[in-house]
């Protein structure tokens, strides 16, 4: 049996989980990469930190170089290709919040 790179197992349960469409209101168990596909967003999420709204699928882990982790998405997701993705780093829920905010005055 061959074992497969942590990215690719992550970028393996992300696409899943865009199927299964998860949702906010869960905390991750892991510090990693989340990304949400309709707000261009790539995040990296402290454990224990309260996934902000709409729907967030984690992509990479928290070793994952911030390089690694978006090209990773890009490729993974053809509409992302060429657009503008924006990344943040949310280490508290008042991170969570700015992030809302700014994001509810520009959309």
Do not use: C
């Not at 899943?16 to 309709?38: D, H, I, M, S, V």
């Not at 261009?40 to 070793?63: F, M």
């Amino acid at each position: 049996m061959s074992k497969r790179a942590p990215l690719y197992v992550d970028l393996m349960t992300a696409y899943r989980a865009l199927r299964r469409r998860k949702r906010r209101g869960r905390q991750p168990r892991k510090a990693g990469y989340y990304l949400n596909p309709a707000l261009q967003v790539l995040a990296r999420i402290s454990a224990g930190v309260q996934l902000p709204s709409g729907e967030w699928v984690r992509v990479a882990g928290d070793e994952t170089a911030p390089r690694q982790a978006e090209t990773a998405v890009r490729g993974l997701f053809p509409r992302l290709r060429d657009a503008t993705l924006y990344i943040f780093t949310l280490y508290s829920a008042l991170d969570v919040e700015d992030l809302e905010r700014s994001f509810r005055l520009e959309h």
